[in-house]
Every structure is written in structure tokens, then in C-alpha cells.
């Protein structure tokens, strides 16, 4: 998107995912987005092959994602949110909607 600011030490791992960030996006320092996870769940095969997942993620218009902060693959966010530093966005957040803490929910909106 146009006029994004990304801070120091981000880490923004797509993979063969999507990711999609709207226009005014803020991100902090040390923000992990992620565009896919590890396969873990077959006890028959070692982790390490069992590959990835990938996910499409998008970060709609004017959302500021705090210090410190993971985005999970597959998450949507919502124009306007707010993710409070240091909180693990594991799934889609609303509109404006404030989160914060691991996993992030839901605290409050913006007026």
C-alpha cells in the first residue's frame, strides 16, 4: 500500500502466500508476519517433512500493529485496527477493533 511506514527488525515471511498491506499501514519494531506454518500434526513423519502451509494474509488500510507483535498466516485484518504491542494475532481481527494480548482479542474499538 502507499504510504506505509515499516520500522526496524521486522521479520516478513510470505512464503508462496499472499500478503496484502492497504495504504497508511504502521508497523513497530520487531513485528513477525508470517505467510505460512508447519504441518505437525502426523505423528508417522518427522516434523521437518512434513512441510508448510501457506496462507494468504492481508492488512487492510490505516492499521497500526504494535512492537513486538506476530501476525499469523491466513489472518485478516481489518481497516483501521490496532494490535496492542507484543500481542499473537491468531485469527481475523474486525474493522477498527483494538486487540491485544497472546492470542489477541478483542479490547475495545476505535470511535
Known amino acids: 500500500g502507499a504510504h ?15 500478503l496484502t498491506l ?5 508497523l513497530g519494531p520487531n513485528v513477525t508476519i ?10 508417522d513423519t518427522l516434523i521437518v517433512d512434513q512441510g508448510h502451509s ?7 488500510r490505516d492499521v497500526l500493529i504494535g512492537a513486538n507483535s506476530v501476525v499469523l498466516a491466513g489472518c485478516s485484518i481489518g481497516a483501521g485496527a490496532v494490535i496492542g504491542a507484543g500481542s499473537v494475532v491468531t485469527g481475523d481481527v474486525p474493522p477498527y477493533a483494538i486487540v491485544a ?7 475495545g474499538y476505535r470511535e
Open 101 to 107: 494480548g497472546v492470542p489477541a482479542r478483542v479490547i
Open 4 to 18: 506505509c511506514a515499516i520500522s526496524s527488525f521486522n521479520h516478513i515471511s510470505t512464503g508462496d502466500a499472499d
Open 54 to 60: 501457506h496462507k494468504p494474509t492481508d492488512i487492510g
Open 34 to 43: 508470517m505467510g505460512a506454518g508447519r504441518n505437525v500434526k502426523r505423528r
Open 22 to 26: 492497504g495504504d497508511y499501514v504502521r
